[in-house]
């Protein structure tokens, strides 16, 4: 019987990359209009270096960027990317289709309900406080709770033990294959890929069940809750 159902964050509640793209794009596009003396794709290409170096979550990329660039940080150009990345962020941080009434529905199942991410836990908050799922949730596990990123079981070990709920009475859902859907496996959790945030192109999952659509999740649980 399944009794807590476990989300990642990123590109299974939200669309984290949509929203990442716009914003970067609109943040090079402000700082060469501050001066910036670079084309735009110098810019995105020095920027996805970066994020390639030090992960997608590095806080001091506009940063970085001038430093490797014009050697020097220009608090005009600094101050123009972040505040027109900051604006668009909020405004493109939105859920997927029908997560709010998903979330509900399993809330009136009379499931748990945990978020399990990799990202900085600050960053994590902002993003569920910004859409007011915050008090949805029961637990949420991020990567400064064990120190551990997914898959280790460190981090899945302790969402299960904040929610008092075994590995067989959980549901991992998730859209990263290599991290979500093996960390969970490995513990003996059950695991739904969430195939409408698959950003890989992702052939091979393994997870127990697939999701085109998050509302796939409330046919899953009772499925197994009803037999």
Request: zero cysteines.
């Amino acid at each position: 019987m399944i009794k807590a159902v476990i989300f990642d964050l990123d590109n299974t509640l939200v669309d984290f990359m949509r929203m990442k793209n716009r914003a970067i794009d609109a943040a090079i596009n402000a700082m060469i209009d501050a001066g910036l003396p670079l084309t735009k794709e110098e810019s995105l290409s020095e920027i996805n270096a970066i994020y390639k170096e030090q992960g997608i979550e590095y806080q001091q990329v506009f940063d970085q960027l001038l430093t490797r660039t014009i050697k020097k940080i220009d608090h005009k150009l600094l101050a123009s990317g972040i505040i027109a990345y900051r604006k668009v962020r909020e405004a493109e941080l939105i859920p997927y289709p029908r997560v709010y009434p998903t979330l509900i529905e399993l809330l009136k199942l009379g499931l748990k309900l945990g978020v399990l991410s990799d990202a900085p836990s600050k960053e994590a908050w902002l993003r569920l406080a910004q859409l007011n799922f915050q008090y949805l949730f029961d637990s949420i596990v991020t990567f400064e709770d064990t120190g551990f990123r997914k898959p280790s079981p460190e981090p899945f070990q302790e969402i299960l033990k904040r929610l008092n709920v075994t590995a067989s009475e959980s549901l991992m859902v998730g859209d990263w294959a290599e991290r979500d859907i093996l960390g969970a496996s490995q513990l003996g959790m059950l695991t739904a890929f969430a195939k409408y945030g698959d950003t890989f192109n992702t052939e091979i999952h393994n997870a127990n069940f697939v999701l085109n659509d998050i509302t796939d999740l409330i046919g899953i649980v009772k499925s197994i809750n009803n037999k």
